[in-house]
């Protein structure tokens, strides 16, 4: 069975800034933020004809697009701070099976149905369960070998939706038989 190895260590703003770009911060981000407009507008609508109310609801909204900022970068670094594990190494194991996870403080392995989506962006492969949150992020740095990634590109077109920059070299690797170590 083919097997891709990826290992890393996080730095903590590497972590922070690609948990903001691609994980949930951004989505609570953006639906949030969406949210607070209509409300500023009803507010300042409510101000122009004169009601004192108006205030209260601009005031409202734009309490909530604050709160909606502070914790679109509280997350991350929450999740950094209390994360067992996440400082140290980590080593990322992708076979047909699915996707397994070693740190210093826990082993743990997980069926690809989990991840049923994976995109490639700006030197990151992102799985999650949903196209909006990723819920693991795979440095391209990481892989141990040109091959490695090559057949991680190909597991992940087998077992998720993928959407892959296109790399003919890539490909082209995955198709050839795994080197053999002679003795």
Known sequence: M?????????????FKRVSRKYGFSKVFLRYNLLSAVPIVIAGISLTVVGERAGWAVVGFGAVYVLYCLWFSRAVPRSLWRRTLGIKGPQRLVFTDDGVASHTDVSDKSEKWQLYKYVSERDGWYLLG??????????????????R?????????????QASLIPNSQQDEIAILPPPTSSN
Do not use: C, G, Y
Not at 3 to 12: L, M, P, S, Y
């Open 2 to 14: 083919e097997q891709a190895v990826a290992e890393f260590v996080w730095d903590e703003a590497e």
């Open 148 to 160: 490695d990634e090559a057949v991680f590109r190909s597991i992940v077109r087998a077992h998720a």
């Open 129 to 146: 369960r949903t196209r909006r949150i990723a819920t693991i992020f795979v440095p391209k740095r990481s892989f141990l070998s040109p």
